[in-house]
């Protein structure tokens, strides 16, 4: 269909033109489909929505009408991780004038769209935020929700990292009160620190169980499951001297070659264990399934566990630079307790977490600091 087939919508109609095309799994709507939609807004729509691309993808006001140009996936369900990110939009009319448009965060899960809880949560708001900022489009937070606005002065934000307890380990900005929607400068009184995006979105497990739902991101065995009572938090039984694997269960194609990155979180043992965090790589030619059961992998990290308790960690790499089409995390833990019974081992609050700014002093304004999941302070 070309622009000049649109027809002409009669001023008296309240009208939501809904579209399907545009790229499958792209970020950004393209070119074709950002000038279709907003032909349409010329010929009278008042809403137009796009299609098909299953994943998330911004928001324009555009002459004081919404283009909404993927709303994600919500009945339809996939393994990649992106695509279940999913959302509501609620829309309001003043006849046909834009009242409020907001957001309502949903993670589609076996093909049962949820409301998505916790740090799942925190991430669809800012991916959209992130894709919308191009359009000159903001996100403000409104409880667990968000606004859909135009970009003002107004709705731009100061972030005072200055009354935050340093510490040499990442922490979500969910976790200090911060939720930097719209356009931000961070102030940070002289200390130097990093900005970055949490990529797992899913390592603080609650919202397994959640709605009647399975966890389907993670490798589940009879060793391996997630406890969904107040803990939420991913177990693992470790007997014997031979590993226990775990890790996610499919690919993310979401991610920066070559950013440094650091994976963080917490490890509880009931005795002594070994931890090792290996990166597998699909290769640009590999299929899905041969990757999946013989990717290479690598080892990022791990820790050596005597002491009974709860235990934070965290250790940095890179991304792959060269011949990677996409990445996961796996874990192999190993019991060294040497009891019949083994080891019971449990993960919480994982993040694996691209650095989107080098290391910043007070004086600084980070790009995109407003799409930042995580903070980390240094030494000064």
């Not at 006001?61 to 695509?83: C, E, M």
């Amino acid at each position: 269909m070309f622009d000049e087939d649109l027809p002409k919508i009669p001023d008296s109609t309240v009208s939501v033109l809904q579209y399907h095309s545009g790229l499958e799994y792209s970020a950004a709507p393209a070119v074709s489909e950002r000038m279709r939609l907003r032909a349409a807004v010329d010929r009278g729509a008042d809403v137009a929505i796009g299609h098909h691309a299953h994943v998330l993808q911004g928001f324009e006001i555009y002459r004081d009408r919404l283009v909404a140009y993927s709303l994600g996936n919500f009945l339809f369900d996939q393994y990649a991780y992106t695509t279940q990110l999913g959302m509501l939009l609620y829309v309001w009319m003043d006849g046909d004038t834009l009242h409020r448009a907001e957001v309502v965060p949903m993670n589609i899960n076996g093909y049962v769209p949820t409301p998505a809880t916790g740090n799942f949560r925190y991430s669809v708001l800012h991916r959209l935020a992130r894709l919308s900022r191009p359009f000159d489009t903001c996100l403000r937070a409104n409880g667990a929700h968000a606004l859909i606005e135009s970009c003002t002065a107004e709705n731009a934000q100061t972030v005072d990292l200055g009354s935050v307890q340093p510490g040499e380990l990442p922490v979500h900005l969910n976790r200090l009160g911060l939720t930097p929607l719209a356009p931000a400068v961070f102030r940070a009184n002289g200390r130097s620190y990093r900005l970055g995006t949490d990529i797992l979105r899913r390592g603080d497990f609650e919202y397994s169980g959640l709605f009647g739902t399975h966890d389907r991101a993670w490798i589940q065995d009879e060793s391996t499951s997630i406890v969904d009572d107040e803990s939420r938090a991913m177990k693992i039984a470790a007997k014997g001297r031979d590993a226990t694997r775990t890790g996610m269960k499919v690919f993310e194609r979401t991610y920066s070659p070559s950013n440094p990155t650091t994976v963080r979180g917490r490890v509880y043992t009931d005795g002594a264990a070994t931890v090792r965090f290996l990166l597998q790589r699909r290769r640009t030619d590999d299929a899905l399934e041969d990757a999946l059961q013989d990717g290479p992998t690598t080892v990022v990290g791990g820790l050596r566990i005597s002491k009974s308790g709860w235990h934070d960690f965290s250790f940095d790499f890179d991304q792959p630079r060269v011949s990677t089409r996409s990445v996961r995390l796996l874990i192999d833990v190993r019991d060294d307790s040497g009891r019949r019974d083994g080891t019971v081992v449990l993960f919480d609050d994982l993040a694996w977490i691209e650095w989107r700014t080098p290391w910043l002093d007070g004086g600084d304004v980070a790009p995109d600091a407003a799409f930042a999941t995580h903070v980390q302070f240094g030494p000064h």
